[in-house]
């Protein structure tokens, strides 16, 4: 295995008008194409939560995704940090509840 495959986790999240735009459906569909495992979710104070499972590459896609935002919302802003590789998460991305 190339050391470029091997997985990673991150958690990033996205600041801006993120809510009610449909951006927990524009990040689902992204990661099921880039075929990262996780999860997304609103948080209370207003921004999107996403912890994405994936090669270092899937990632950086995702990353660039998540800046961008679907058509309708403003994306001010994206903060990334490593996140422990979490094993419940690691076979599908699925919309959780809010936090």
Known sequence: ?????????????VSGMVQGV????????AARELKINGYVRNLRDSRVEVYAIASAAALA???HHLDRGPNGAYVSGVSEQEAPLDSQYSQTFSIEDDA
């Open 22 to 29: 449909g951006f927990r459906y524009f990040v689902h569909r």
């Open 1 to 13: 295995m190339d050391v470029r495959d091997e997985l990673g986790s991150r958690r990033y999240y």
């Open 61 to 63: 896609a995702l990353r």
